[in-house]
């Protein structure tokens, strides 16, 4: 595991924009994980203002997102769908067709999640993915306890992962209880992961992750068993590592 450090949020934005660029640029026909969140914002926005600028194009790519709300209508204003068609999708050169997250409304959720792993796996699997971390360590929705064997799973939400989220919503109850996630094990399969943090929130989780052991009961723990990763995290999110 490689550390960055970055100054500040649009620091690591910046310097996480130019990663996907540079993977880009080596295979113009990546297929990308994608996040949803504060934490990777700042990046789609680089990366819409390097489209901008001709520095890059999305249009042999394709992507997968991490996850999705269980029963949430795509157009929904909290949908991860819609998220990521107002910060990246909307703005940038993807073709019809190439961005895909777990739906949502799924009749039979389970279904929906090997289908949506058979998909990656016939895009020829991630290439690089993109995440951020829960205050508890957590990757995806994979909450602590999750088996690091799991693939893309319905999900049950904990009380601190919804109180996390329910700043996007009315109020705590309108959270959803369920969600699709990729698993731990297909997060793994990803050829290469930057994961990124910013802000004192992530300290402590930046902290365990780089001096804590291997254990389901840390989710992210998991990302030190895989040969690939890049960490950018802020000076804030890094200031309990010496
Ligand atoms: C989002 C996701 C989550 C977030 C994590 C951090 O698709 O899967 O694991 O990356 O909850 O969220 P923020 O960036 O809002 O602190």
């Known amino acids: 595991m490689r550390l960055l450090a970055a100054a500040d949020y649009q620091e690591m934005s910046r310097m996480a924009g130019e990663f996907l660029k540079d993977q880009l640029k080596t295979n113009s026909r990546s297929v990308l994980g994608l996040a949803t969140g504060g934490t990777v914002k700042g990046v ?48 940038v050169d993807f073709l019809p067709g190439s961005n895909h997250l777990p739906d949502g409304m799924a009749a039979d959720p389970i279904h929906e999640c090997s289908r949506y792993e058979e998909m990656i796996e016939k895009a020829g699997g991630v290439d690089l993915q993109l995440l951020g971390i829960g205050e508890n360590g957590h990757i995806g929705f994979n909450e602590p306890g999750t088996s690091f064997q799991e693939r893309t799973h319905l999900v049950t939400l904990t009380d601190s992962t919804k109180k996390a989220n329910a700043r996007y919503f009315k109020s705590l109850e309108d959270v959803p209880g369920q969600a699709i996630t990729m698993g731990i094990g297909t997060i793994m399969k990803s050829r290469s992961i930057l994961l990124l943090a910013s802000g004192a929130k992530k300290a402590e989780a930046i902290e365990r992750l780089w001096n804590g052991e291997v254990t389901e009961d840390f989710p992210a723990s998991v990302l030190k068993r895989h040969p690939n990763v890049t960490v950018i995290a802020d000076e804030e999110a890094l200031m309990l590592i010496d």
């Open 44 to 91: 789609y926005s680089e990366l819409v203002k390097l489209y901008s600028e001709g520095q890059l194009s999305f249009s042999h790519a394709a992507s997968f997102n991490l996850d999705e709300y269980y029963g949430m209508e795509k157009n929904d204003v909290n949908s991860y769908f819609r998220y990521m068609k107002e910060h990246l999708f909307h703005h």
